[in-house]
């Protein structure tokens, strides 16, 4: 029955082959697709022993790769190569032979796994007509590896080792796929070791290829500055009409849009790019930019200028869930970020536009906290702080870095004020079904002011609006714990703040309450948690003056003659004359100050550096502080105590008129104005004499400070080496005793010849040849004493 039904089965087998025949009557061929394609049975591989499977997998290998070989052989001689031990002038050849082996093949061997390392080393250790030889077989391949995983990386060696003459060639071959290059993962990196190499000019031609087409095809465009070099975006964008604009943000939008969706932004020129980009383009595709960036590619910009400024512009034009975004990427990088030369400048955009100030604490706040000792004196860190306790204050946000950190205002107006005004019109009666099919909505609290568009975006009005106050805005993120902690640090470090160049600024401004007293409103404690830091900081002060008056030397100078000290005391107590809660809390210091630490010292400081805090008191707010001040000054310097304080600092007295000096007529023929100017140039001439005197006298007294040490030093240098020339000296008269004590008895042949041989002492003539021979023969037995 078995048998039946097999042989019944086979004319539907038979039928089926027939059906894939060809109407020709051609046989049909087998179904190889799934029979192994030539591999041996999986039962004939187990059988198979560990050697003969490896035999196996590399004869597999040979037949997919025709290189597998050489790379076989290449990689050996590699191993050897890259050893640290190996002497220069053996690698040297080990170079050579890879290279004389791999020759014609190595646009082959770039792009493989093992062999990309092989030509990278012999990029690094060869010489230049080697790297020169290895780029001229590249050269036609360079877009291709460039993209390739481990290909790049071979592109990149070369580019870094790549002479100055050399650049141009690599940047021709390059021209017209920097955008294809730096929407692609490897590419990227290949663009950014160029851009890392390239001088000013070639910089700014690479970034030229994003303006339009012209500068691809003619290398430096149709409008070039004077010296021929491409001019930049800003001046590109001055010189032509409405609709050349328009197509520059177009062609640059079609290469930055896709590059920053896919997060590519490592790159140096696409922080250049994208900065530009969101500056001069119109409202609703900076919107569409802010969405891109605030994001995971956010972390990998605040690190340059260019890209920390477009960083800023996406904070200060994105919507709120796009500021929402880029705070939870913050989250545990604010620490690194505050410390870095321009990530600062995005945390301080975020703490003045953020509306979402719980967010805020719980994002950057905490983490500000944490360190917040170290973050107070670092030189970048601590203008985060002074954001939230002086906002844009001049002194420590300098206007360069201001005009990044808040950009300017951007308006939907703007981008129907650039379009023609049919187009205008065109989208003014689209809208208009729209507008009446929607109707009128509510007020969303979380979005911006302006008609929202169909994508949730306003329409019309400003760009990123804020709409809470910003005294709202500080109050809020101090009161958070923050205003305690920095309360806390100035009572328990304020010795050691105040004689920090940034932490002294952090503790003037906490000392004074902050701006607008904010600080004050934020403490629980309120005044009377401002007392005890002002406490503290007298008491830190007033140590310093008994151990200045008690002994003759102190390991530390005393904060009022110390150089940052004196100076952030002078400016906290001119600060009394201000009006406000700042100003009040100013003054209380100030009256500590004289009764804690000046009052009846006067004497022993008025010719020191803290002459300059003595005339801070003169001038302070306090009424009664600054009679009892003038009083206590007046035997000690000489004319008025006004205008002796007057000429030690720069602040008017308050609470009246400067005086008016009497008026001297003009000699006759000469300009006031040109006498004043010259007397002002002589008071800058004396002045910069001076400081070069000073800096000349503190870099002697360095150097001399250095000088001792190294002085000693060498003493007990020179100390050691003559006690190494006496044991020497020594060992080598005991060596010459030992030996004159050899030659008082009888020596060997071997020694007596040694003797002879070296000249030290002429040859023992005791025996003659003959019997000199025999006794001291190898083959002969030495006679006995009685045979003789």
């Known amino acids: ?292 960036l605030c994001g995971d590619p956010l972390l990998h910009m605040v690190h340059t200028k260019e890209g920390v400024k477009a960083v800023c512009m996406a904070l200060a034009y994105g919507t709120a869930k796009d500021r929402k975004k880029a705070l939870k990427c913050m989250k545990g990088h604010v620490d690194a970020m505050a410390r870095d030369e321009w990530g600062h400048l995005a945390l301080i955009t975020a703490l003045s536009v953020v509306d979402d100030t719980t967010l805020l604490r719980k ?160 403490l629980e404690g309120g005044a009377d948690a401002l007392a005890g830091v002002h406490n503290a900081l007298v008491a830190a002060v007033a140590a310093g003056a008994a151990s200045s008056s008690g002994a003759a030397s102190q390991e530390e100078e005393p904060t009022l003659s110390h150089f940052f000290g004196s100076r952030a005391l002078r400016r906290l107590v001119l600060a009394s004359g201000d009006g406000g809660a700042a100003g009040a809390a100013a003054a209380a210091f100030a009256a500590k100050l004289w009764s804690g630490a000046l009052q009846g010292q006067c004497s022993g400081w008025v010719d020191s550096h803290a002459a300059k805090v003595l005339a801070a008191v003169a001038q302070c707010g306090d009424a009664a502080v600054r009679a009892t001040a003038a009083k206590e000054l007046q035997p000690l310097v000489q004319g008025s105590v006004e205008r002796w304080a007057a000429k030690l600092t720069a602040k008017q007295p308050p609470g009246g008129a400067a005086r008016q000096q009497p008026k001297r007529p003009a000699a006759a023929g000469r300009d006031r104005g040109s006498s004043q100017r010259r007397r002002r140039q002589r008071l800058f001439a004396k002045a910069a004499v001076s400081r070069v005197r000073q800096r000349a006298e503190r870099q002697e007294t360095e150097k001399e400070r250095e000088r001792e040490p190294r002085d000693r030093s060498r003493e007990r240098a020179a100390l050691e080496r003559s006690k190494d020339r006496s044991r020497d000296r020594e060992e080598g008269e005991r060596k010459q005793e030992r030996s004159r004590s050899r030659d008082r008895r009888p020596r060997s042949r071997d020694r007596d010849y040694e003797r002879r041989g070296s000249g030290k002492r002429e040859r023992d003539e005791r025996y003659d040849d003959g019997d000199r021979d025999r006794r001291y023969s190898s083959s002969a037995k030495r006679p006995r004493e009685r045979d003789l």
């Open 363 to 522: 994002t950057v706040i905490v983490d500000l906290q944490k360190d917040l000792a170290e973050l107070a004196e670092h030189r970048y860190s601590y203008r985060v702080l002074m954001q939230l306790l002086h906002p844009d204050c001049g002194r420590y946000l300098p206007p360069q870095l201001a005009a990044i950190a808040r950009p300017p205002a951007k308006h939907y107006s703007e981008e129907a004020m650039r379009r023609p005004q049919h187009e205008v019109e065109a989208a003014a009666r689209q809208q208009e079904p729209a507008a009446e099919a929607g109707g009128g909505g509510g007020d969303d609290s979380d979005e911006e002011e302006g008609e929202a568009g169909a994508n949730g975006r306003p329409t019309s009005g400003p760009l990123g609006v804020s709409k809470k106050d910003p005294e709202v805005r500080r109050r809020e993120l101090l009161g958070g714990g923050l205003a305690a902690a920095l309360a806390a640090l100035c009572t328990d470090q304020a010795g050691q703040l105040i004689r920090s160049q940034h932490g002294s600024e952090v503790l003037v401004e906490v000392c004074r309450g902050g701006e607008g007293g904010v600080l004050g409103e934020s």
């Open 1 to 292: 029955m078995g048998a039946a039904g097999n042989k019944r089965a086979a004319p539907t087998s038979s039928g089926a082959a027939a059906k894939r025949a060809k109407p020709g009557g051609a046989p049909p061929r087998p179904n190889t697709k799934h029979a192994g394609q030539g591999k041996p049975p999986a039962a004939k591989l187990e059988k198979l022993g560990r050697k003969e499977r490896k035999e196996l997998e590399r004869a597999r290998k040979m037949r997919r790769n025709k290189n597998f070989g050489l790379i076989e052989e290449v990689v050996a001689l590699w191993e050897e190569a890259r050893r640290h031990d190996v002497t220069p002038a053996k690698r040297s050849k080990l170079v050579a032979a890879i290279l004389g082996k791999v020759q014609g093949h190595v646009a082959e061997l770039a792009g493989s796994h093992s062999a990309s390392r092989v030509i990278q080393t012999c990029a690094k250790y060869g010489t230049a007509e080697e790297r020169a030889s290895i780029l001229r077989e590249l050269e036609p391949k360079l877009l291709e590896l460039s993209k390739s995983p481990y290909g790049h990386f071979v592109v990149s060696k070369l580019v870094a080792l790549a002479p100055k003459q050399q650049l141009p060639g690599l940047l021709k071959a390059f021209r017209g796929h920097l955008g294809e290059l730096l929407r692609h993962p490897a590419g990227s990196h290949v663009v950014d070791d160029l851009y890392a190499v390239a001088d000013a000019r070639q910089r700014n031609l690479m970034a030229a290829e994003f303006y339009g087409r012209e500068y691809v095809l003619f290398e430096s465009g149709t409008l070039n500055n004077s010296d021929g070099t491409p001019a930049h975006l800003s001046d590109l964008m001055s010189r032509v009409d409405g609709a050349k604009q328009r197509s520059i943000i177009q062609h640059m939008s079609k290469d930055l849009i896709p590059i920053m969706e896919k997060g590519l932004v490592d790159c140096p020129l696409v922080h250049r790019l994208v900065s530009e980009f969101m500056e001069f383009s119109p409202a609703s595709v900076v919107a569409d930019a802010a969405d891109n």
